[in-house]
């Protein structure tokens, strides 16, 4: 049924026609609309059997989530930012485990210095962890892979998050098109995992694994994420059958592949990004946007398809690897190593900072004419001057001191004290 | 059978059933009992922990008809009884991580209500390490919400599985890998003591009991109180350590009982935030006694011994005495 709703609302009843058997939940913005309204459905009886654990950290929630997965019950839930670090050794536990836990990360970014907007920062930190990562562009999608998610991870054995952007989607009111229960019931069979936590049959899970075998288990771990290269898109297909939409897949681009210029990106941003190729391709600039809508496992070879005849790629990313630059563009390089295809990276949106369609112009212009290096890290509408000023001042009296209080004591504003 | 056996006439805690009734006979005395830690794991001869595991989940099964999962912390507990492909356990067993176990107690739990299996119910166990300290958020979550969890201490009072380190529960001037005995104040501090079983009945959850591996029968029985109860119950049973605490294979038994006649480990029962039992001390011991026999309080008693120390750790002992009542009423 279509209608206007909140992005977390819509996920919140998504995740709830999937029927999940225990939700845990610790309140972290972005995310919190989305558990509150679990609770809810909880309460009133609208989601049953399902237990609604309140717990006192991600940490816990996460370690809720994996006994209850290992009892033989489908698990959901959902962090953000911080919550991801705070959740980061039973993150890698669920998929050393193979519980098909489903889990909504309402993208944030990390402190110091706190910021509790939108970026990446979060899900790019864990992205070596052993989950499943789909990211959505719209409510609609994010509605969407929730209920692809469970099927995937319950297929393959392992955990799976859907990424969608804080605040940007999860507080938006869109018109979305939630499914109805008996169509999600034919689409998702019951959870039926091979071995339980079961006094009947007793067994014993989380062994101490020595040299003789652990590289064998790693390697099965891997070689589960790679098959879903194979899965996701027979699911996304199963699903547009089902459901009469496309949703999900590995990736998209808009409007067609074989363009000069590609714009690669993940999440919400795609939306403005294809705008603005509306916009340039109507004056004649041949440019597309490639959408990354799986991004764990890597997607190496269909990227490498989809890419190898541009120009030029620009990886407009919402995240960096401090000390060595951006996080997608490194694998996008990667993907077309050997082709002469120059890649630059653009860093964009951190910590909340708007992408505007103006921006985005500006550097298609630059990327265009020559006027960045291919290679070179690109920080959108940063404030060059006031970075300079800090570099300088650092230069001339190298003391230790915390980057975001350093410019304050430098432009003679004190946040604290009367002196 | 009419007169009341008292065990201690036999001269140890850990036999004599063929005097008492059948139903009070130890849970360990009965040929069907399930083997739940069974034999062929890698603990070290006198380990305390595999001794008070063995019982506490032998009791478990028999108190739940064999309807019982078990969530372990990592430590030595899950080292010696699963080393891959083996494994001790004959009860559906998980390990998660380190600091964890009561937040996948809940877990279990949860999954059990939702598919209906009330019937199934739920331990969750570690040492002091994964209990006390780096667990310890988990512990007080699944005691705040009251989950329906058992969960069980096994306090060795240190970090043994990484080769002895100070952890909450270690006692004042213990000697541990990190806490040496050299400098001013050889080995651990004398702080303000962390009390995992006075936290948890502060909690106010439906049962709270500490046991010793010297009092086998006290300890099962214990456990079977602890399953007649729904929500969440807290078991701390001190379980002495040969490699850590410097002490005789042969002795954790000895040392559990002194523990106890010292006064140093009060033995209690607790139900919803209240004392309701108190085992009594029976042969009151100095402090003295129980160190001597553990290298790890060994500079205490060189060549210019540190009675003054020694007298802080017996004026904690009387504190305990005075505070749970441990002497028989003169």
Redo the contacts between chains.
């Keep these: 049924m279509r209608s206007q709703i909140e992005g977390s609302q819509a996920v919140a009843r998504a995740v709830a026609l999937c029927r999940p058997?225990?939700v845990?939940a610790y309140p972290i913005s972005p995310q919190t609309h989305i558990v509150e309204a679990l609770s809810d459905l909880v309460r009133t009886g609208e989601l049953s059997?399902?237990?609604y654990?309140?717990?006192?950290?991600e940490?816990?929630?996460l370690?809720?989530?994996?006994?209850?997965?290992?009892?033989?019950?489908r698990?959901y839930t959902a962090t953000a930012s911080q919550g991801l670090l705070y959740m980061a050794?039973?993150l890698y536990?669920a998929s050393g485990?193979g519980l098909p836990i489903v889990m909504t990360i309402a993208n944030r970014a990390i402190g110091a210095p706190i910021n509790i907007w939108n970026d990446h920062s979060d899900v790019m930190s864990q992205r070596d962890c052993g989950w499943i990562q789909l990211f959505a562009e719209s409510n609609q999608e994010a509605v969407d892979l929730h209920v692809q998610a469970f099927a995937l991870a319950e297929e393959l054995s392992l955990p799976v998050t859907v990424n969608m952007d804080g605040f940007v989607l999860t507080h938006a009111v869109e018109p979305v098109d939630l499914p109805s229960q008996a169509q999600v019931d034919a689409f998702l069979p019951p959870f039926e995992p091979r071995q339980?936590?079961?006094?009947g049959?007793?067994?014993?899970?989380?062994?101490?694994?020595?040299p003789e075998?652990f590289t064998e288990v790693k390697v099965l771990m891997h070689a589960k994420q790679m098959q879903a290269l194979d899965v996701v898109p027979r699911i996304a297909s199963d699903f547009e059958d089902a459901f009469g939409r496309g949703s999900g897949g590995l990736l998209r681009t808009y409007p067609r592949e074989g363009a000069d210029t590609v714009v690669v990106a993940l999440g919400s941003v795609l939306g403005t990004i294809d705008e603005v190729v509306d916009e340039l391709r109507a004056e004649n600039v041949d440019v597309a946007a490639l959408g990354i809508r799986c991004f764990r496992p890597w997607p190496l070879e269909e990227i490498r398809q989809a890419l190898q005849g541009a120009r030029r790629v620009i990886v407009l990313e919402k995240a960096f690897a401090v000390g060595i630059g951006g996080i997608v563009g490194q694998n996008v390089r990667l993907a077309l190593s050997g082709l002469p295809v120059p890649v630059f990276d653009v860093v964009a949106g951190l910590g909340g900072r708007p992408i505007t369609k103006r921006s985005l112009h500006t550097l298609l212009a630059d990327v265009l004419h020559e006027r960045i290096e291919p290679n070179q890290l690109t920080f959108l509408d940063l404030d060059r001057e006031l970075v300079q000023r800090e570099l300088h001042r650092v230069s001339q009296s190298p003391r230790s001191g915390p980057h975001a209080e350093n410019i304050l004591r430098d432009v003679g504003t004190v946040a604290a004290g009367s002196h | 059978m009419s007169e009341t056996i008292k065990l201690y006439q036999l001269g140890t805690f850990a036999v004599g059933n063929r005097l008492l009734d059948p139903d009070d006979r130890s849970v360990q005395a009965d040929v069907e009992r399930s083997n739940t830690l069974t034999s062929g794991h890698r603990a070290c001869q006198g380990c305390g922990e595999a001794l008070g595991a063995r019982y506490v989940l032998d009791a478990a099964m028999r108190a739940t008809a064999g309807n019982l999962v078990a969530a372990n912390a990592t430590g030595c507990l899950e080292v010696f009884s699963t080393p891959y492909p083996e494994s001790s356990w004959q009860l559906p067993w998980l390990h998660s991580l380190f600091g964890n176990a009561p937040a996948v107690g809940s877990g279990i739990a949860a999954a059990l209500r939702a598919k209906g299996r009330t019937d199934v119910r739920v331990v969750a166990q570690g040492g002091d390490g994964g209990t006390l300290d780096i667990g310890f958020a988990c512990l007080s979550g699944m005691f705040e919400r009251n989950d329906d969890v058992l969960y069980v201490c096994y306090d060795n009072e240190a970090y043994m599985n990484t080769g002895v380190q100070r952890s909450g529960a270690t006692p004042p001037a213990a000697r541990t890998a990190n806490t040496k005995p050299v400098g001013d104040e050889p080995g651990n501090v004398f702080g303000q003591g962390k009390s995992a079983p006075l936290i948890a009945m502060a909690h106010e959850i439906p049962y709270v009991a500490t046991a010793t591996v010297a009092d086998l029968h006290d300890l099962e029985r214990k456990v079977e109180r602890a399953m007649e109860f729904r929500g969440a119950r807290y078991l701390h049973v001190l379980v002495p350590c040969p490699l850590g605490w410097g002490s005789a294979a042969a002795d954790t038994i000895r040392i559990a009982r002194l523990a106890r006649e010292t006064g140093l480990f009060p033995v209690f029962e607790a139900e919803r935030g209240e004392v309701v039992n108190v085992s009594k001390i029976r042969g009151r011991v100095p402090v003295e006694e129980y160190l001597r026999a553990q290298r790890r309080f060994a500079h205490l008693f060189g060549e210019q011994p540190r009675t003054d120390v020694i007298e802080r750790i017996q004026a904690g002992a009387d504190r305990n005495i005075r505070r749970f009542g441990l002497l028989e009423e003169m």
């Design positions: 058997e225990v845990s059997p399902c237990e654990l309140m717990v006192e950290s940490f816990a929630a370690s809720a989530a994996i006994g209850a997965s290992a009892a033989g019950a698990t050794e039973a536990n485990l339980v936590l079961d006094p049959e007793p067994v014993t899970i989380g062994a101490m694994v020595g075998a």
